[in-house]
Each structure stands twice: as C-alpha cells, then as structure tokens.
C-alpha cells in the first residue's frame, strides 16, 4: 500500500516586524545538540588508559568553546541556507513558518547576522590550536558549498551532511591534541548518514503534493524504495561498525576491557526505535526534536551514557 503524503495546513507567510524572538528562532538553537559531538573526543580521551590524561579545567574549557564555536558557525550555516531556501521554504507545508520564510526576519538582517556570526566564530578559533581553525574554515567552506551546489545532487548531499558531524568531531580532537578512533569516526558518519536518509525520507512524503520547481533541488531524483534499501543497509552497517568498535584490540587495549560489547543492545535499540518513529509515526524530520522530546530514546540514551560510565570506573 503506498503511503500518504504528509500535508499540513498552514496560513500564507507574512511581513511582519522583527523581534529578537523571531531572529533567535531563526539560529535554530535545537539544533545546537548535534555539536555535543565535539565533546566525544574528551570524554573518551579522559579514560584512555594507554595515555593516561589527568583531568586539566583548561581542555575541559577549550572544549566547551570549541562546541560553543561549532554552534555559533552552525547558527550562521543556517541563515545562509534559510536565504538561499527561501523560495522553496515559502512553498513548504513545514518550513514555511521559519521566521525568515514567513518574513518576520528581513533577508538584508539575516544576511548581516550571518555574516557577523561566522566571521565571529572564524577569529574566535584564533584562541584554539591552529589546527581547530583550519577544521572550523573547512566545515564553514563543506557547509557553503552544500548549500549553494552539493544539496542539487541526489546522494551527495547526504554524505556531505554525514561528513560534517565527523569534522565536527575531529575538531573536538584536535582542540585539545588528543587521538580520536577511526572506528569512533565511522560510527559517527554511518549514524549521520542514517538519520539524513531518514529526514530525506520523511521530506519527500511531505512535498510529495508540491510542485517540482517548489521542492527541494536534487530531491526528485530520489526514489523512496532506493531509499527504504539504503536506509536498511546503512543501519545495519552502523550497529556492525559500533559491534566492531568495542570490541577491537586497540579499544580493549585502550579501555583496559571488552565490556563495552555490553552497550551494543543500547545502539541496536536507538537504531530500531528510530525506524519505528519513522516509518510508523512518520517522524524523523527533525532528529534532534526526537532526541529531546522522545521518552523512549531519551531513557535509551542516558542508560547507554551511565553503562559506558559504569564500565570504564570498573576498569580503573
């Protein structure tokens, strides 16, 4: 049975005056939880037993401005992206009441806001080692050049979007000059790349009513079924990818233990409840809305956090 389209009725967006509500709204502050990221290299760091790290206040503090950072490039990434969506955005049942889209945000204002706000961020990564700056003016320069070509081709959008959560990771790394896992990196690209197609997924039933000219570029080319199979492939790649990691020689050298094998249930249980909001609730627009109003995933994630505490304390 072929699914419904996603429909929302919503009024014509309107000129209104600006408040800093409105232009708050428009830095997308919810979205900022996907520079956590940036802390992993850290946490996993403080526990490395092959290079024991005492806890030191001054990385904890670069890499809480490094995430600070990423937060303030990513507010500015999305300005930029609202004004080049602009048209499209207008036409959507969704983003059409972004502050911007429905003109409550002036394009000159928000221009002038993102360009302060990533030239801020450029010359406050000066602070940070200079590798962390040049991995800011890469992710600044991935994220412009999505926006303005890569989001047109079909499938590298995606890869592109799955690339930027592992350069925001390497960035958390090199901050503060510590080594950082290829297996946490993949993991960290493949769970990306999920959770684009599952958005990719969930926005071509919603505009599944539009107009080709006022959708999103490059989302015609995308097939659901192409999409139902990669999204099955790339889950199921990444809990192996995740299995693989924990239980590797150089994470067991590392951590001292195999136990974290034991948290693989808790990323298979993220993975399928996911797929449920998806394909049953017809959720997965906004992933960092899931993680922060979804119960289930929220209980998921804070056991996962404490099991991966509790094993490595058993290990010291």
Same mark, same amino acid.
């Given at each position: ?25 428009? %830095? ?14 850290? &946490? ?24 600070? %950072? ?54 406050a ?7 962390f ?20 081709? +079909? ?81 199921? +790649?990444?809990?192996?990818? /995740?299995?693989? /990691? ?19 249930p ?11 909001l998806?394909y ?22 804070? &056991?996962?956090?404490?099991?991966v ?8």
């Open positions: 049975m072929a699914e419904r389209s996603i429909t929302l009725d919503t009024p014509d967006p309107l000129p209104g005056r600006m408040g800093a509500k409105d232009l708050l709204l428009s %830095l997308r502050p919810s979205q900022w939880t996907k520079n956590a990221i940036v802390l992993a290299a850290l &946490f996993f760091a403080f526990w490395d037993l092959r290079h024991p790290r005492a806890f030191d206040w001054r990385d904890l503090a670069d890499v809480l401005l490094a995430a600070a %950072l990423f937060c303030v490039v990513s507010s500015g990434v999305y300005l930029v992206n609202d004004i080049a969506d602009i048209r499209t955005d207008r036409a959507h049942p969704i983003r059409r009441r972004r502050p911007i889209a429905a003109g409550r945000v002036p394009v000159p204002a928000a221009a002038v806001t993102a360009l302060a706000l990533l030239a801020g961020a450029g010359f990564s000066g602070l940070l080692p200079p590798e700056r040049l991995a800011v003016a890469g992710y600044i320069g991935l994220q412009l050049a999505y926006t303005f070509a890569f989001k047109r081709l +079909a499938f590298v959008d995606i890869i592109v979007i799955a690339v930027g959560f592992v350069l925001r990771a390497i960035a958390g790394a090199l901050a503060i000059h510590v080594y950082l896992s290829p297996w946490l990196l993949l993991c960290a690209f493949l769970l990306a790349l999920f959770l684009a197609l599952c958005k990719r997924r969930h926005e071509k039933a919603v505009v599944a009513d539009l107009e080709p000219e006022d959708r999103r570029p490059g989302l015609e080319s995308y097939d659901r079924q192409v999409m139902d199979i990669m999204i099955a492939v790339v889950s199921g +790649a990444t809990v192996v990818a /995740y299995a693989m /990691y924990t239980l590797s020689p150089e994470t067991v050298a590392k951590f001292n233990t195999a136990a974290l094998g034991f948290t693989i808790f990323v298979v249980f993220g993975i399928f409840r996911y797929l449920d998806v049953r609730h017809r959720k997965g627009s906004r992933p960092e809305q899931i993680l922060l109003t979804d119960l289930p995933t929220m209980l998921n994630v804070v &056991f996962y956090a404490v099991s505490v509790v094993i490595f304390l058993l290990t010291r």
